[in-house]
C-alpha cells in the first residue's frame, strides 16, 4: 500500500505542478473571450514563472530571511496538500492521515508563510494585505472544517479519501441534500481562501483593495515566482478536491497504470470544468466590500452547519 | 520509605534549602544558587511524578494540630501527570529567572516566596485529602500574589492588578473550600477516597459541583472568572508569569479534572455541558480578545485563557460522551484534555520566556512600539516562532497534535443517534476551528510585529540578545514545544495512563494512536514528508541563486518614491482592526477620531488622531457594577455607627427585647 | 500546684499595689509584662499539670480543668505581646504608674475570670475587666478618648448587668433543683435536674450580656470606639484576650444550658449574632478610614466566626474556636502594637494618609504585612486551619447555609482588609525622608517576631497541644 | 411575723419599687430623680430585710443592711455631688417623648409578666409573684438608658437596672451567694464612681453633661 500510496503521491505533485499553472492560464483565457479581448493565451503563466525565474530579486533593507523563505514554505505547503488530497486516486499512506484537519492545517502554514511574507516587507501595504487576509483565513476555517465534517458523517471517518472512496460505492449520496448544501459551502470557503472574486480581485493595481496582491508587492524575481506557483497549485488542489467530493467518479481507487491514468484525465476535465465555471462566474461578479465579506463567510458556515444538522436527521431518522 | 515519599521529602527539604540560600547568601550569588535550588524541586517533583505514573506509591501525613481526620499528601496517576508537566515548567522556568531577574525581583523575598509557590504548585496535586488540598492551594495563592508585587516600586500599575488578584484567587478558594465542605459534610470524611462515595446524584454533590467548578474555572481563567489573569500576568516578572500561566492555571484544571474524574464520576449529563459551554464562551473570547491586544503579555495571557477554555471543553465532552455511552470517543477527548494540557505548558512558557527576553531587551511590552528584532535577537526569535506555532496549533507541534486529538474525538463523538450529542459536537467543531483560526491570526501577529520589518521605537532598535540562562531555558522550552510535536506517543499513553483510560496509546512509540477513534498520527513521517518536498523547492531555488543573486535597495514601494519611515508600517493595532471591526458587538472597543481641519478649508486634513482601546465587556459590565453596589451599601452602612450612645443602647435594648420575646414564646 | 492557681491573682495584685505605692520607674516599665509572663508561666504550668493528671482546685471557686488552663496560656501569652511589644523605648518617659498598675489589673481580672469555677465569679472578674479598663481607655484624656471611655463603660456595663441577671436566674432555677450553686462543675454535672423554662431565659440572657464583652453584634457598638482610642498595648490586650475572655464565659454558660435544652435554642442565638457580627464588619470595613477601626471590626468579624464555630459546636468545631482564639489574640496584639508605632511615625491612624510604609518604615510595614496575612487567613498561620475546620465541621453538623453565607461575608472582608493594606504598605513613594527619632522610638521587634513566628508555626504542631484542645473541647461538649 | 402581714408587705414594697421607676420614666427633673432612687433604694433594702426575717436568715439582713448603705444612701449621695457639679437640673426633652415613653412602659410591662411565667410557675409565692416588677425595674432601666440624654440621667436608668436586677435576685432565690453579691455591689460603685469622674471630666471639656457631645467618633 505505502509503495503505492508513494507513486500516487509523486503522480500528484507533477500534475499540479504542471497542471495549476495551466488552469490559471485557462481562466484568465476564459474571462478574456468573456470580456471580449483576445487573451493571452493559456500557456501565459508558465512564461511568467520562466521570466521571473530568469530575474534578479530586489529586497529592501529590513525584511529578513522571510522574504525569501516564506514562499518556499509556502510552496511546500502547497504541495504538501497536493499528496494529502485525493486528486488522482484514493491511496493513502496509512500514518499519515489525510485527515482533514491535518489538511487544513498544511494548508494555513502556506498561509502563514505568505501572511509573514507581507508582514516582512515593512510597507503599508505588506501589513494591510497580511491583516485582510489572516482575518478572512481565520473566518473561514470553521466552514472548511464544519462542511467536510458533514460530509464525512455518513462514511463515519474524516479521512477525505475515505469519504471520496464513500462517495463513489454510494453514488446517491452524491445528491443528497445535505452533501449539496455542504459543497456549496465547501466551494465559498475555496473561493474566500483563495483570493478569488468576489472576496478578493486577483487582477487588481489600487493598493487599497489588494489582499493576496498586497502582501506579495515586496517580493520580486523567484521569490515572486514562488508564491504565485504556490497559490496557484493550492488553487488547483483545491478546486480537485470539490471536483472529487462533487464528482468522485473516475478518480482512480486501485493502483494500476490504466486506473491511474483514467483518474488524472477525470482530474483534467473536473479542473477544466470548475475552472472555467469559475472564470466564467467571476465575470459577473464585483468585489464586494472587505467588511462584507465575514457576511458571505456566516452565511457559509449557517450552509454547512445546517448540512451537519441535516445529515443527523436523517441519520437519526 | 517509598520513592515517592522520598522524592515529597526531598522536595520540601530542597525548598527548605532554596528559602535559606535566597536569604542569606550574598545579593551577587542569590540569583544563581537561589535558582538552581528551585529549579531542582522541580526536577525532583518531575521524577516524583514520574514514579507515581509507573505505579509507585507512598504517603507522607502532615502533622496538625486539630483533631481533624488525617492530611495526607499522597499523589495518584492523575496527580502525577501534572507534577511532571508543572515540574519542568518551574524548573525552566526557575533556570530563566536565574539571569532574568535583576533589581527589584532579586529581593530575597521574590526568591522565597518563588520557592515556596514552586513548592505549593507540586503539592497540590500531591493531596489526597481536602485540607492538605486547600491548605497548599492557598499556599500557592499568597507565593504568587507576593511575586505579582514584587515590581512595586517600578510601576503604580501593580497594586491594583495585585489587588484584582488577590481577591479573585480567594474568591476561587472560598468556592473550593466550600465546595469541598459541602461533599466532605456529605460524606462525613475529609478525604478524597471517602468523597468518592458520594452518590453524583445527589443535591450535595450537584451543590458541590457547581461550587468547586466555579473555583478552579475562576483560578483557571474562564471567562467570566478570568479578570485577573490579564492584569496580573503582565505586571508580573515574566518567568513568574511563565509559571503562573502554564502551571498554575492548570491547577484550576486539574481541579476540574479530580472533581469529574476522581471524586464525582458519572455524573448527570449537564455537568459536562456546563463544561463545554464554559471551555466553548471562553475559548473564544479569549482568543478574541488576545488577537486585538496590543500589549504582548496581555495578548498571551488571553491566550492563555483561550487554550484553558479548550481544555474544559475536551473535558466537557468526555463527559458528554461517557454519559452518552460513546466510551471510545469520551476517553479520546480526555486523553487529548491532557494533551492540550501538556502543549499548552511546553509553548507557553516558551512565549512568556520570549516575551520576557523582549521586556528585558527593549523594556518594551506594548507590540506597537517594537519590531525588527528578528535580525537584533535571533534565538528570542526561532523559539518564540517555535512557541508561535505551537500556540496556531500548526504542525508539528504540541499544539497541533493535542487539537488533532481533539477534533477527531468531536467528529467520532457523535456516531451516535442522541439529537443532543448531534447538536453540541458540530458546534464545539466549530468553536475549536474558529478558535484555531484567530489563534493564527493572533501569533502571526504577535511574531510578525515584533520580530519582522523594522523597529517602531528606539526601545526595539537598541535591542540586544539576552543573557546565557535565559537563552538556554528558552531553547529547553522551544525544543519541548517540537518535541512533543514530533513524538506525542508517550506523552498520550502517560495521559491514558494518568487517566485510567484504554482510548489512547503510542503507535511505534513515537507516533500518537486514538484507539478510541481508530485515528492514528505520525508526526515524524508527516514531517519528512514535508521536509523532502520543501528540500526540492529549496534545491532549485539555490540553483537558481547561483544564477542570479539577490540586490538589496534601501526603500519599500511607498507609492512612488516617498521616503518610508517605520512609522507607515501595520501595527498590531492596525492589524487587528479589521477582525475588532467584524466583531465590533463582542469586544466594543473605544475609538476616538479628533481631525483637525487646516484653516481655509474644512475639505483639506490637517491632522488626525486616532486612538483605540479595547476593553474588558465582561469587567465593565459585571464586575464594576458589583463593586460599585458594594461600595455603596458600605457608605449607606456608616450610618449604623454614627456615635449616639442613645442609639448604641437602643440596638442593645432591641436585641434584648427580640431575645426575651422569643424565648417566651 | 493550688499555688500555681493562685499565682497569677497574688502576682497580679502585688505588682499592681508595688506599682502604685513605690511609683518606681522600673515599675512603672516592666510591671505588665512581669505581671503577663507571671500569668503565662503559671497556664503553661497548669496546662502540663493538668495534661498529667486530674484538674486542680483551690479554695473552693477556682478550679482549673484543660479549657481554663488554655485559657490562661492565651491570657499570658497575649498579655506579653502587647504589653512587650508596647513598650517605649528608653529615651521616652515611662508611663505614669496609674497605667502600669491598672494593665496589672486588668491582667489580673482576666486570669480571675477563666480561672474561676463559679460562675459569680467569673461574672465579677469580667465586670472588674471593665473597671479596670474604663481608665485605660480614656488614659490619653483627650475628647475622643473621653467619649469612648463612657460609651465603653455604659454599654459593657450595662450589657454584662443583664448577663447577671442571667445568672441570678441560674441560680434560682439550682435553687429550685434543691441544691443552690453556681459552681460550673456542679451544674454541668448531669444528676442535677435544672428547670428549662427558666434556663432557656437564664441562657439567653447570659449569652446576650456576656456577647457584649465579647463584641458580638448589635451590641458591638462600644468596641470600635474604645479599641480605636485606647493606647496600642491596651487595644490590642482588649481584642486580643478581653473578647475571647467573655467569649470563653458564653462557652461555659453554653456548656449548662445544652444538656437541659438541647443544642438548639444557643445554636439559633450564636448563628443569628454571628452572622449579623460578620455582616457588620463586612459592611463597614468596606469604607473604612481609621486603621485602628478597621482593626477593631475585623476583631468583630472574628468573634462573630468564633461564635459560629460554638453554633456548630463538636468537638473538631470547638477546638478549632480555641485555637483561633490564641492565633487571632497574638496575630491582633501584634497588629495593634504596629499601629501604635505607625501612629508614632506617621502620626496618624488615617489609612487615607499612610503611603509606601514598606520603602519608608520597613520594620512596621513587614510586620503588618505579616500580621495582616495571618488575620486574613492565609497558611501557614493558624488562622487558615482553624478558618477551614470550622467550615468543615459546620458543613458536617448541618449548618452549611449559615458557613456559605459566612464565607462569602469574609470574602468581602478579604477585599475590604487587602485593599487599604495593599495601598498602604506598597507603592514607591518616598517622598519625605525617614525621622532619625522615630526608627529610635520604635519599640523592640523580638515580641512580634515571637508572637507572629507562634502564629506561623502553631498549626504544624503536633503532640500536647492537640491533646489540650481535645480535652477541652470535650470537657464542653461532653461527648469523647 | 404572719405569711399575710409578709405578703402584703412584700408586695407594697414591689408596688414602691414599681410606681418609682415609673415615676422616673414620667419625670424629667433630674434631682426628683435622684430622690426618687434613693427611695427606691430603701425600699429594695426593705425587700431584702423582710424576706431576711422571714426566711430567718441573718446573712440576708445583713446584706439588707448594705443594701441600704449603698442604694438608699451612698449612690444617691454620689449622684447628688455630680448634679450639683455639673448644674444642670432639668433633662432637655428626651428622645422620645413623655406619652410614648409611658406606652412602651406599659408594654414592656406586659413584657416583664410574660418572662417572669417560668419562674412563678416554678415556685408561686409572694416573693415570686413580684418578681416581675424586678423585670420591669431592668426593661424600664434599659429604656431610661437608651431614651435619656444626660449623663446622670443615664447613671440613674444603669441603678434602675441593676435594682432590679438585686430584685430579682432576692426575690427568686434570697440572693446569690454573698461572695458573688459582695463582688457585684462593689463592681456597680466602682463603675458608678467611675462614670461620675468621667462626667466631672466632661463637665470640664464640654461644658456640661450632655451625652450629644459624644458624637465625635463615628465611621
Known sequence: ?317 | MTLVQAGLAAEGATTFVAVTAAILVAPRYRARTAGAAIASIGLISAATGVSVLNGGEGSIRLPVALPTDPVMLAPDRLGGFFMVVVGLVCAVAAIYGISYVSGPATSRTSWSAMAVFVLALQLVPAAADVVSFLLFWELMALSSTALVLAEYKTRSSVRSSALWYAVMTQFSFVMILLGFATLAGAAQHTGFDAIAHVTPTSGAATFGFVLLVIGFASKAGIVPLHVWLPRAHPEAPSHVSAVMSAAMVKMGVYGALLVSLRLLPDGPRWWGLLLIALGAVSAVYGILQASVASDLKRMLAYSTSENVGLMFLALGTGLLLRSTGVSGASDASIVACLLLVAGHAAFKTTLFLGAGSILHATGERDLDRLGGLGTRMPVTSWTFALGALGAAALPVTSGFVAEWALLQSLIHGARTQDRLVAVVMPLSVAVVALTAGLALLAFVKAYGIAFLARPRGPGAAAARESGLAMRFALIISACSVVFLGLVPGPLAAAAANAAGLSGAGATRWWGISLDGVHALLDPVALMVLAICLAAAVAVVSIRAARRVPRRRVELTWGCGGVRVSPRMQYTATSYAEPLSRVFDDALRPERDIVVTHSGESSYLVERVQFRQRVGDVVETTLYRPAIQLIDRIGLAARGLQNGSINRYLGYSFAALLAVLVVVSL | MAILVLLPLIGALLLAAATALTRAHVLRRFSAIATSAVVLAAGLGLSVAVLHGSPVTAGGLLRVDALSAFMLSVVGAVGLTATWGGLAARDVVPPDWTYSALICLFLGAMSLAVLADNLGVLWVAVEATTVATAFLVGHNRTRGSLEAAWKYVVLGSVGVAVAFLGLVLVYAASVAAGRPTLSWVALTSSHLALDPSLVKVAGALAVLGFATKAGLAPMHSWLPDAHSQAPAPVSGLMSGVLLSVAFYAILRIQAVVNPVLGTGLMRGLLVATGLLSLAVAAALIVRQRDLKRMLAYSSIEHMGLLALAAAVGGTVAIAAALLHVLGHGLAKSSLFVVSGRILVTEGTTQLARIRGLLVRHPAEAVPYLVGMAAMLGLPPFTLFFTEVAIMLAGFQHGLGWAMTLAAALMLILFAGLARPSIAMTFGAESSEPVAAASTARQGPRTPLALALGVTAVLGFTAGPLPTLLTRAATLLTGTK | MSANLYDQLVGVSAGVLLMTSVLLVWRRSLVAAVRLLAIQGVALACLVAMIGIFDHDVQLVAVSVLVLALKGVALPLVLDRSLVRTGTLREETPLINTTASLLAVSALTMLAYLVSQPLRALRPGPTTAAVPVGICLVLFGFLLLSTRRHAISQLVGFLVLDNGIAAVAFLTSGGVPFVVELGASLDVLLVVLILRVFTARMTVKFGAADLDELKELRD
Open chain 1, 1 to 317: 500500500m505505502n509503495a503505492s500510496a508513494l507513486v500516487l503521491a509523486t503522480v500528484q505533485v507533477i500534475t499540479m505542478i504542471v497542471l495549476s499553472p495551466l488552469l490559471v492560464g485557462l481562466m484568465r483565457q476564459v474571462r478574456a473571450r468573456l470580456e471580449g479581448r483576445a487573451g493571452s493565451g493559456i500557456l501565459q503563466p508558465w512564461r511568467d514563472l520562466r521570466k521571473l525565474f530568469a530575474k534578479e530579486p530586489v529586497q529592501a533593507d529590513g525584511t529578513s530571511w522571510v522574504m525569501s523563505a516564506g514562499p518556499v514554505v509556502l510552496v511546500a505547503s502547497s504541495l504538501l496538500v497536493c499528496v494529502l488530497v485525493p486528486l488522482v486516486g484514493t491511496a493513502t499512506f496509512p500514518l499519515i492521515p489525510d485527515d482533514l484537519f491535518v489538511m487544513v492545517s498544511v494548508l494555513l502554514l502556506g498561509t502563514v508563510a505568505l501572511a509573514l511574507v507581507g508582514l516582512d516587507s515593512g510597507s503599508a501595504f505588506g501589513g494591510m494585505g497580511s491583516s485582510r487576509h489572516m482575518t478572512i483565513a481565520a473566518l473561514v476555517e470553521p466552514t472548511v472544517l464544519v462542511s467536510v465534517y458533514a460530509l464525512s458523517i455518513p462514511v463515519g471517518s474524516s479521512a477525505l479519501s475515505a469519504i471520496v472512496k464513500g462517495r463513489l460505492e454510494d453514488p446517491a449520496s452524491v445528491a443528497a441534500p445535505v452533501s449539496l448544501l455542504a459543497l456549496v459551502a465547501l466551494f465559498v470557503a475555496v473561493v474566500a481562501e483563495t483570493g478569488r472574486m468576489p472576496v478578493d480581485n486577483p487582477s487588481t493595481h489600487l493598493e487599497l483593495t489588494m489582499i493576496h496582491e498586497a502582501m506579495i508587492l515586496e517580493s520580486s524575481g523567484r521569490d515572486l515566482a514562488w508564491l504565485e506557483l504556490g497559490s496557484w497549485i493550492r488553487l488547483g488542489a483545491l478546486l480537485g478536491l470539490v471536483g472529487s467530493l462533487l464528482a468522485p467518479w473516475g478518480i482512480a481507487s486501485s493502483m494500476t497504470v490504466t486506473t491511474v491514468f483514467v483518474g488524472l484525465v477525470a482530474l483534467v476535465a473536473k479542473l477544466i470544468a470548475l475552472g472555467s465555471a469559475l472564470a466564467a462566474g467571476e465575470v459577473f461578479l464585483a468585489k464586494i466590500r472587505l467588511f462584507r465579506v465575514p457576511e458571505l463567510l456566516a452565511g457559509s458556515f449557517v450552509l454547512a452547519f445546517l448540512a451537519v444538522a441535516a445529515s443527523y436527521l436523517v441519520v437519526g431518522g
